[in-house]
């Protein structure tokens, strides 16, 4: 069965999480929880940082899990 993404959207940038790939390790939510937050829905707030505060946490997700697009540049 395919698992849809879910879809989070600042004016900028547009960030996608796939709960299916994702490997639990936790890195966005203890590096930057404000951002990537526990026990709150919707759980991942682009309000809450910098774009490039979240680009590179983003980058950082070990399984793939986060992926990222500018908005004005590429379709997502
Ligand atoms: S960093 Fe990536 S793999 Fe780790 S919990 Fe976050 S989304 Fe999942």
Redesign the pocket.
Known sequence: MKTKNHVFSNKDITVT?NPK?????????LELSNV?RQSVIPWIDLEADSNENIINQVK???????QFCMNKKEAC
């Open positions: 999480y790939i994702c490997i639990n390790a936790e890195r966005c939510a990537f950082k997700c070990p399984s793939g899990a986060l």
